[in-house]
């Protein structure tokens, strides 16, 4: 069985305020002392794929694709060392992510996917850059292929496919026939944490890149918005009264009091 | 048939009645269609509908399209994809509009590849200047603001959750109701479900909560979530969550308020341990009152808070709760 699993690179989404400068003459944003990690919701999507791998040993192979105009092998030695067997990085000039939309990044994937036979293809749920959540369903539309959304559980019957879709109430058992499109939703959990032997071995494993004409390409695909401006939000502060007491507990009591007072309850 | 230009809003339903959220993606359609100058219409898709067309007469459409069909009992993506571009086809909408909920995030998409249409996911503002609209959108966790306009029509976006404040409700019920026929079959879906797990939460729900009692990594451990249910019952508050104690167990991952959890924006909202990420504020800033606890005098959250005690929570939150105990009863 061969899964690939779609990891896009980004500047840490837990970094400060600060790190994210806008420039207003390229229109990007261009992150400043934060490093590239790999989007966290992606490595939910990669921890789905070695839970299936785990259950199917024999046989499964799972790839990472990612693309963008400069991946890092450093990052991408996590998913590696997570599990992975190798890495494809779609790797060129004209690929900055601050410039594609999710339509030109779905038609770029699929154009690299395309190149290989595959049993499933998992994405994460939105990349924790622009937060689209919207190239996995692009995949499969693109591909056509079923696809099933916010899944956080999947297991693998032969040929057929059974996810586990988070409902705002509850969940859903769907069933569908590979190959297939599933997004992870973050409910599958943290990404596993790997082991001295595993962390060395990942750097023996391969990475292979391609770059746009290797996918058939020469320029990405049309845009379908036009992003007029970037701003950074104004931050809306309120004036906080704090409590205090000689001990933890009579601040506890006053916040009480003056809840009540202030009609809050 | 109409000739004026028409702005879709897509009426997600919840048992028989309209979603909650509703009215906040009414009001976002209300101000594209002025910018636009096109007219208001809602879509309401399902088994039967007649008990939401009947809500959402309410709020000042001028057209309600309806699709009832057996299969669009309760949500299934594809069928709901097709009933919805058959619905645009006979609407032809300029903008569609839908809540970001779990439904919205996997139906949007759908729509936007099937009809070929660009997508703002998560939109917080809408602007009309010179006869050109803009949505806009929080990215990089918040920390920048990006503004789209669309390149082609019809352009689809969904709408986060309080961003927008609810439409109100008009005395007159208006609206021509316009019945759409689709056909839908079961050899057309790739797709199946075979079962749905309903979790009844024993609490009070999150989503609707006007009382919200929250707790972050720093409660440290699953048990000290019993000190906040205490809190919480005397409240009568829900429970809520940052992200790490959803990751590590400590309490239901649908307890999670956030950009990836669930956006509320309750009366009270009390954040015991959290230390005021742009994640975590993004789902609970715009609640009437905030109320932090956290040991960490520098702690993010204090700066978004109205009420804060610096301190322990273990011992701050039992003194606290004997006394609401005291003034409340
Ligand atoms: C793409 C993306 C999406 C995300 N989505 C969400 C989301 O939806 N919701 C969300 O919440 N997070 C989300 N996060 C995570 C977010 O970035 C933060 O990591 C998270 O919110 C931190 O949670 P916290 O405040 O509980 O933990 P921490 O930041 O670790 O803070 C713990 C706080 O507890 C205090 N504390 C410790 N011990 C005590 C004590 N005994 N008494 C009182 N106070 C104490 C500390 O001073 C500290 O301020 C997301 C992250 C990413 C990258
Ligand atoms: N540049 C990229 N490289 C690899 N995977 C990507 C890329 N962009 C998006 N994806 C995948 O598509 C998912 C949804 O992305 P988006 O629709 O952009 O929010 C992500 O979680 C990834 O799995």
Known sequence: MHIIVCMKQVPDPEGPREAFEINQTSGLVEPRGIPPVLSLFD??????????????????????????????????????????????????????????DSFATAHLLAAAIRKTPFDLIITG??????????????????????????????????????????????YEVMCTPMPAVIMASNEVGELRYPSMIQRREAKQKPVHTWRL????????????????????????????????????????????????????? | MHTDKQVLVFIEMEADRIH?????????????AQGLHAELAAVIMGGAVSDAVRDVRHYGVERVY?????????????????????????????????????????????????????????CVAIEASDGEITFTKPIYSGNVMAVYAPVTMPMLITLRPRAFTPLSLSDAPQGEIVPVAVNLDQASVKTTVV??????????????????????????????????????????????????????????????VGQTGEIVAPGLYIAVGISGSTQHLAGMAGSKTIVAINK??????????????????????????????????
């Open chain 2, 20 to 32: 909650p959220l509703a009215p906040e993606s009414l009001e976002a359609g209300r101000q594209v």
């Open chain 1, 125 to 170: 749920r939105q990349a924790a850059d622009f937060n689209d959540g919207q190239v996995g369903i692009g995949l499969a539309h693109i591909l056509d292929l079923p696809v099933i959304t916010v899944a956080h559980a999947v297991t693998v019957q032969g040929r057929e496919l059974r996810a586990e879709r988070v409902l705002a109430h509850g």
């Open chain 2, 195 to 256: 079962e749905r797990i309903l979790e009844h939460g024993d609490g009070i729900r999150l989503e609707t909560a006007e009382r919200i009692v929250a707790g972050g990594r720093g409660i440290g451990k699953a048990e000290g979530f019993s000190l906040l249910k205490t809190m919480a019952e005397t409240l009568g508050a829900a429970i809520g969550a940052s992200r790490p104690p959803c990751d590590l167990g400590w309490v239901s991952a649908k307890a999670q």
């Open chain 2, 296 to 329: 960490d005098p520098q702690a993010n959250i204090f700066k978004v808070a109205d009420y804060g005690v610096v301190g322990n929570y273990e011992d701050v939150i039992p003194v606290f709760t004997e006394t609401l105990v005291e003034i409340l009863t």
């Open chain 1, 43 to 100: 490595e939910n999507a990669l921890e789905m794929a070695l839970r299936i791998k785990d259950v199917h040993p024999a046989g499964a192979m799972i790839s990472v694709l990612s693309m963008g105009k400069r991946i890092s092998n450093a990052v991408m030695l996590k998913a590696l060392a997570a599990g992975a067997d190798e890495i494809v990085k779609v790797e060129d000039e004209a690929l900055d992510a601050g410039r594609l």
């Open chain 2, 66 to 122: 309806i699709v009832e069909h057996p299969l669009l009992e309760t949500y299934h993506g594809e069928y709901f994809c097709q009933a919805l571009s058959a619905a645009c086809l006979t609407a032809t909408p300029s903008v569609i509009l839908m809540a970001n909920t779990l439904t919205g995030l996997d139906l949007a998409p759908r729509l936007a590849w099937n009809l070929d249409a660009g997508l703002v996911t998560d």
């Open chain 1, 213 to 265: 004409a290797d996918i058939g390409l020469v320029t990405p695909p049309a845009r379908r918005l036009a992003r007029r401006r970037l701003f950074a939000p104004e931050l809306r502060e309120r004036r906080c009264r704090i409590f205090s007491g000689s001990i933890p507990a009579d601040a506890g009591r006053n916040l009480a009091l003056q809840l009540k007072e202030d009609r809050v309850i």
